[in-house]
């Protein structure tokens, strides 16, 4: 069975290697007793900043089941741990008919790819934009240059969207498989400790060679994995799949399809709607995104003990509720990041954020972002969500002068109106450019993000300050549709299974590739006749 012990406290420079006999001082049992003890998660505790805290929680076994028994009986941190079910299938599959075809090389496209392949039926992987390397260099290009390819950039390529940024593994979903898909991460992306983390990243930097690796490996068990192969059309036939037709004309039977085209593939979801895909709006959120010094973030979150060895660079998460009882929060929070233009199409200018593994930039960034809903987009139309996106970005594009330039004002001029120069940062753009970001957001979502930026600043002392800046505009939070489905299968075409963040079923880099490996795994129970978990 054995036993998982939580909330382990040490000071921030206690040496792991002493953790067990700390362990073993709590629960009251003799060092010989033991038959197995690791490390299952580590974090920081930094609520109280003269008593900051390295948390552990740990996972022991006992010579005597009895004992393990005692133990969770007295011990109020503990409880029993047995292994999660394993919910991939135990014998070998038949594969389908048709060999499955997986649109979108992202979070939920690979692992869908990754758990068809292992499982004795690898697919077809269709990705439109190029493989991380040269996408890498494209993307750089663009941030340099202002030359965008529209089929391969920070939206679009190997990787998906989660290429560049921070690669954060945190995730709110219970599902078992998460505990799969970081240890896929930490396998292929050479971080071996990832899955102990309390707050796992990878980094965009380890996030390119694990898209290496993913390949690599897809290649090995005879998926095929194809770039520059966008899809224009899908083909139905009785409500059912029948091919795909990319843009150059080529067509590929297939009677299982796995969507996971990310949530800023506007055109291949406007074909999907035409198509007679039931779909419908969805709530996300828009805003700025915020840059301090991360030494600023760190006094902030930490006190005076700033800059100790065994810290990590600080984080934060914000939320408050406007007047209008709209929330308004914190966004994908990169420490020791940059700021970068993400742009997939011309006169398009979204801002998000990224960091390396070593998180060294400097600086903090972090979306400031604001619910929107259906009364916000001005109709009941499903695509009025996306169009708000455009009209957004499009003023923000302008604002920074029309060559994708991002528009950038000094965060304490932005509540105050005072005219303050910018503070030194970190975005990635072909220039910043200084300008009056009042005006892109809509009214009511401007006062709204004005009052939680008000609210951020009681709560963390420090963060409204001149050494910060805002950029314009975060508008992919996430999707704004959501394509119907049941079971994971389109509930307007069979054998349609529509995933990820760009199918509005998950948030983030582990949910989209848990809901791509539940989708897979629901292709293989068909074909197979076997309940896969």
């Not at 030359?147 to 679009?156: C, G, I, K, T, Y």
Request: hydrophobic share 40%; charged share 25%.
């Amino acid at each position: 069975m054995g036993v998982r012990i939580s909330d382990i406290r040490v000071p921030v420079g206690f040496p792991e290697g002493n953790l067990l006999s700390k362990v073993l001082l709590i629960i009251g049992v003799p060092g010989d007793e033991v038959a197995h003890f690791s490390v299952v998660r580590r974090g920081i505790d930094a609520r109280r900043k003269g008593a900051i805290r390295r948390v552990y929680t740990v996972d022991v076994s006992f010579r005597s089941p009895a004992l393990e028994e005692e133990v969770c009986s007295r011990v109020s941190s503990a409880r029993p741990h047995l292994p999660a079910p394993d919910p991939f299938p135990r014998v070998p599959v038949r594969p389908p008919p048709v060999q499955p075809i997986v649109v979108g090389a992202g979070p939920a496209g690979l692992f869908a790819a990754l758990t068809l392949a292992r499982n004795g039926s690898p697919p077809i992987l269709l990705e439109r934009g190029q493989p991380v390397e040269e996408r890498s260099r494209q993307v750089a290009a663009f941030w340099k240059e202002g030359a965008l390819d529209p089929e391969s950039n920070v939206q679009f390529g190997e990787g998906g969207a989660g290429t560049f940024s921070d690669g954060k593994l945190t995730t709110r979903i219970g599902d078992p498989l998460v505990e799969h898909v970081i240890g896929v991460f930490a396998e292929f992306s050479g971080l071996g400790d990832l899955s102990r983390e309390a707050k796992p990243h990878v980094g965009t930097d380890r996030l390119r060679r694990f898209c290496v690796r993913m390949r690599e490996e897809l290649q090995s068990l005879g998926a095929l994995v194809r770039f520059g192969a966008r899809v224009d059309e899908v083909e139905t036939g009785a409500g059912t799949i029948r091919s795909v037709r990319l843009s150059t004309g080529e067509e590929l039977s297939c009677r299982d399809l796995v969507l996971a085209i990310g949530h800023s593939a506007r055109d291949t979801v406007r074909m999907l709607l035409a198509r007679g895909v039931r779909m419908s709006a969805k709530p996300f959120a828009v805003g700025f995104r915020v840059e301090h010094p991360q030494e600023l973030i760190d006094r902030i979150q930490y006190g005076k003990a700033a800059g100790s060895p065994g810290l990590p660079v600080a984080d934060y998460r914000l939320a408050a509720r406007a007047p209008s009882g709209r929330g308004v929060y914190s966004f994908c929070m990169c420490p020791g990041g940059e700021g970068m233009t993400a742009s997939s199409g011309p006169g398009e200018l979204p801002v998000n954020g990224m960091s390396s593994h070593a998180r060294n930039s400097g600086f903090a960034n972090s979306g400031i972002v604001a619910a929107v809903t259906e009364e916000d987009f001005g109709t009941g139309d499903v695509l009025a969500g996306v169009e708000l996106q455009r009209t957004l970005e499009a003023r923000a594009f302008r604002k920074g002068g029309g060559d994708f330039g991002v528009p950038a004002m000094n965060l304490s001029a932005f509540l105050t109106g005072k005219n303050l120069n910018l503070s030194r940062g970190r975005a990635l753009a072909p220039r910043v450019v200084r300008a009056n970001l009042a005006g892109i957001l809509p009214p009511r979502v401007e006062a709204d993000i004005r009052y939680g930026l008000g609210r951020f600043g009681e709560s963390m002392r420090g963060f409204l300050s001149q050494e910060g800046t805002l950029y314009a505009v975060e508008s992919r939070t996430s999707s704004p549709v959501r394509i119907d489905r049941e079971n994971y299968e389109s509930v307007t075409v069979k054998g349609l299974y529509p995933v990820g963040e760009g199918a509005g079923h998950a948030g983030g880099i582990v949910s989209s590739a848990v809901d791509g490996i539940r989708a897979a795994l629901r292709i293989l129970e068909i074909y197979s006749g076997q309940r896969t978990g």
